[in-house]
């Protein structure tokens, strides 16, 4: 398994649909996946995607500026992902920062969020 390749993958997909149609995430959900989002933890598919529809901006754009990944556990195939990048919401000119922590499970020949931790970063 090439770890990073895995992770810019992922990223690259992930930040894609989020900003085309947040609600094709679901996909990349499980039950016991949990995000984290601004502090306010949530848990389960559906109230994921509930959670990322309800945000409050119609139009966003995520610039990534890096990834890093390592694998997660010995005893199954998992990733610990760290996006850092700016967010162009609506009709934004200023970014803002943020940083999202993934830890991908795989699943056969793809992989699932299991955990999802996105902060956004204030000077």
């Known amino acids: 398994m090439q770890t990073q390749a895995v992770a810019e993958q992922f990223t690259k997909f992930y930040y894609d649909t989020f900003d085309r149609n947040r609600t094709d995430l679901a996909s990349l959900y ?3 996946s949990m ?5 306010v933890q949530t848990q389960g598919v559906n109230s ?7 945000l ?3 139009k966003v754009a995520h610039r990534i500026s890096t990834v890093d990944a390592q694998p997660s556990n010995p005893n ?4 610990v992902v760290t996006v850092t990048g700016q967010l162009l919401i609506d009709d934004e000119t200023n970014p803002q920062m943020f940083t999202q922590t993934f830890n991908l499970i795989a699943d056969g020949g793809s992989f699932w969020v299991y955990n999802d931790i996105f902060r956004l970063n204030y000077a």
Not at 35 to 39: A, D, I, N, P, V
Not at 48 to 54: F, G, N, P, R, Y
Request: hydrophobic share 35%; charged share 25%.
């Open 30 to 32: 499980r039950d016991p």
């Open 35 to 39: 995000l984290t989002f601004e502090g």
């Open 48 to 54: 994921i995607v509930e959670k990322l529809v309800s």
């Open 56 to 58: 409050p901006f119609q």
């Open 76 to 79: 199954n195939q998992s990733i």
